[in-house]
């Protein structure tokens, strides 16, 4: 994408004391910094104080990027040599993320090969708040949005749960309440894309220099939505199917939005499901009720299943705890800890693999000085 010559304050797009800090080693080189705006496999489109440019990672980032979680993503700040007549970004590193939004993905073209295994896919970078939208028609799924706050803890960002769809519900005051039961803490918001009401709420998320990604399944309104805000229909939008309320993802490709009053946000594809890639407290936040019940257990390693004095088990038969809550909450803790074991698998043979080519390239090393001193 070629350079629109528009200017683009750095406050407005996020840019902060954090990045501030970590761009100082890159200032005295003639570096620029940008924000990612749209990723296309290899290829980026990066919006910094000169405009917006097409850009692509340099040779030498290729060679020290260990895992598809090091290639930048929408909404990472990266550090660039700016070739303006070219029109071109040449990407040398990406700064610290603040936050992180991720799920596991099988690589493809374009990225470090790992042999088709399982590897962090970095959705949004440098995230303030979340929307988290659910549909109030057949999209609407408790046991899904759990999940969904869950990720979100785990990303350093702030959950927001946006109920869209209010028009469709004569029971929407049960509806929230449902949803407030199970994320204690977490703001509930009830709106209509289709009508603009309750969407003055979410200013107050959007803040000058604020970003907030939308998140959610096809069909939920995240673009309508984002298409209010703008003050246009900059985003495609369609009809989701009657029977199952299934989107036709729309979205096909993340990207970032800087609003006109403020703010910025990130349009993400629908995701019906989607898996966890690691867990840094975030389930323990989502599900802090039945954290608390597991602190009261007598033993502190209690699998809650049969052991006495498990104060999980006598919520659940007294019906404090909603047992359909807890097994998606065991659900996530199983789902969490395989993970975290195949992880460590491939840690192991991937730390194996580099220490093997170390020793081979001593041994050749030692064979070279053994030849030299036996020649002399």
């Known amino acids: 994408m070629s350079n629109d010559n528009s200017n683009t304050s750095m406050i407005s797009l996020g840019w902060d004391q954090h990045f501030e800090k970590h761009f ?3 200032s005295p080189d003639g570096l620029v910094p940008g924000r990612v705006e749209a990723e296309h496999r290899n290829l980026y489109r990066v919006v910094c104080e000169c405009g917006h440019f097409s850009a692509e990672v340099s040779g030498r980032f290729i060679n020290s990027a260990v895992s598809r ?42 990225m470090p090969d790992t042999g088709g295994k399982t590897a962090e896919q970095v959705l949004a970078a440098n995230i303030d708040t979340v929307f988290l939208v659910s549909g109030l028609d057949n999209n609407f799924n408790i046991r899904r949005i759990e999940r969904y706050v869950t990720v979100a803890y785990n990303s350093g960002a702030t959950p927001v749960i946006i109920l869209n769809k209010a028009d469709l519900r004569d029971d929407l005051d049960e ?23 309750g969407l003055d709420a979410l200013q107050r998320y959007l803040a000058v220099g604020k970003t907030v990604a939308f998140l959610g399944s096809s069909g939920v309104g995240k ?46 594809p629908g995701m019906r499901e ?14 802090d009720d039945i954290e608390a019940f597991a602190r009261q257990c007598r033993f502190h390693d209690c699998t809650h299943e049969s052991e006495p004095g498990c104060a999980v088990q006598a919520a ?61």
């Open 24 to 26: 100082e080693p890159y």
């Open 69 to 110: 979680g090091d290639y930048p993503a929408v909404g990472d700040w990266v550090v660039m040599n700016l070739l303006e007549k070219e029109q071109k970004g040449i990407i040398q590193a990406v700064l610290e993320r603040k936050s992180c939004f991720s799920r596991k993905a099988v690589l493809s073209g374009g």
């Open 175 to 197: 509806c929230v309440s449902e949803v407030q039961e199970i994320a204690a803490g977490v703001d509930v918001l009830a709106v209509s894309a289709a009508s603009h009401a």
């Open 223 to 268: 673009s309508t939505i984002i298409n209010t805000l703008l003050g246009e229909q900059r985003l495609k939008t369609r009809e989701v199917s009657g029977e199952d309320s299934r989107g036709r993802h729309t979205t096909t490709h993340r990207e970032l939005i800087v609003l006109p009053g403020g703010g910025v946000v990130i349009d993400t």
């Open 274 to 287: 989607i898996s966890l890639w690691d867990d840094t407290g975030g389930l323990q936040k989502a599900f």
């Open 316 to 376: 659940l038969a007294d019906g404090r705890l909603d047992a359909a809550r807890f097994g998606n909450y065991v659900k996530l803790q199983k789902e969490i800890s395989a993970f975290a074991i195949r992880k460590d698998k491939q840690l192991y043979r991937q730390t194996t693999r580099e220490r093997d080519k170390k020793h081979r390239r001593y041994f050749k090393e030692m064979q070279k000085v053994n030849k030299k001193f036996r020649e002399r």
